[in-house]
Structures are given as C-alpha cells and as structure tokens.
C-alpha cells in the first residue's frame, strides 16, 4: 500500500476508544410477515471512535499531529483493538498452533495469515495483512518453524517458506500472532472545542478499517 504509512495511532489513546465490527444485512419482510435476508458485504468492516481515549491535552496534542501527518483520510495507519489483536483468546500468549493458515501441497511456499471465528456452523476467515512485527509463529503438522526456514512480512501478512523448507502434502500449516487493523481517519476535519474539552467533552475522531 502506497497510501498506507507503517506507525501505529498513537496506543494509550486507541486502547481508550469505542468500536468494533459492522456488516451490512438487507432484510426484507414478506407478505407473509416472514423475512428474507442477505448479506450485502462478503468481509465485515470494523469502526472505530478514538476521542473516547483522549484524557489529556498533551495526547489531543499528539492525535492532532498524527492526523496532520496522515493528511486527514489520506493514508491509512495500523490500529490496535484491544478486544480482538491477538490469534488466541484473551489473556493467552499466541502460540504457533493457533490458527490454520493453509495446508501444504508440496510446491505452495506462501502462505496468507488468516484468523477464523466460529467453526460449528458458518466460520467466518478473515486476512490479516497486518501482524505486529516479531509475534507472529509458525509451525508445520504441529512443529514450530524458525528462521531461516520461515520469513514474515508484517507489511501483508505473507508467510513464506524458503526452497528447503516448503510445507509436504497435507502438512497443516498453522500461525499464532498479534496483529493491528488497518485504517484511517474517517473525516477530513477535526472539530475540537478547546472550552467543552476543558469541561469534560471528548473531541469526534472516527477511525474506519481498509479492508484489504
């Protein structure tokens, strides 16, 4: 991502904030008061508001620079949901069995690292294109791989076996990893009012996912 700058918002105000997963469902009441229902996105899309962890005038301060430097809805950044940002539940360290991320062939040396939610009637995968540099683990059929047989980018999210090292036929490859959301300021203007801020007020900061 060219548009896209390589920081993290600024992390003891994102941890403050308010947010989470939105999908977008059409539903449509029949004539016999039954509905049917369809789902109009394939990928949930997570939001955010970020004036909820402002508490200071010195991180108002900083959320200001940090917004000018991405040029408002210019470029994207990583952001860190406390309540989903690891591979594993909360409270647990990742470990490199966590996540399925692929099942070797023999030939495939690339691997996208994906979370799963659910599993008993409609799993839900989801990319992650952006894992916290140096958490992410791999294994092959249950054993950790380490370099230099296995190279991260935390850029994309890409796991990559070196020529020695491809997964065999029907290895289960697995992951476990932090990760961060990529995203962006979702409005061009900051309204801040320096006097209701004072009293108490948070300013409006919307963050809205880049779905990849």
């Known amino acids: 991502m060219s548009d896209f700058h390589e920081v993290r918002f600024p992390l003891d105000v994102s941890l403050g904030g308010r947010g989470g997963p939105e999908r977008r469902t059409e539903i449509v009441t029949l004539g016999s008061n039954r509905e049917a229902r369809n789902a109009r996105w394939a990928h949930s899309r997570r939001r955010y508001e970020a004036g909820y962890g402002v508490k200071s005038l010195a ?3 900083q959320i200001i620079e940090f917004f000018e430097e991405r040029r408002g809805r210019l470029y994207g950044f990583r952001w860190r949901d406390r309540a989903d940002c690891a591979s594993c539940p909360p409270g647990a360290a990742p470990s490199p069995t966590d996540q399925i991320i692929g099942t070797g062939d023999g030939a495939r040396a690339a691997f996208q690292i994906i979370k799963t939610y659910g599993g008993a009637y409609s799993p839900y995968a989801r990319d992650i294109i952006k894992p916290a540099a140096g958490s992410v683990r791999v294994a092959v059929g249950g054993v950790e791989a380490s370099t230099p047989d296995v190279s991260v980018d935390a850029a994309t999210g890409m796991v990559t076996f070196a020529p020695g090292a491809i997964p065999s ?12 959301v990529p995203a962006r300021f979702d409005t061009d203007f900051l309204e801040i009012d320096m006097q209701a801020f004072e009293a108490g007020a948070i300013p409006n900061i919307p963050i809205i996912e880049i779905v990849p």
């Open 59 to 61: 991180q108002l301060a």
């Open 169 to 180: 036929a029907g290895a289960i490859v697995t992951a476990g990893f932090y990760f961060d």
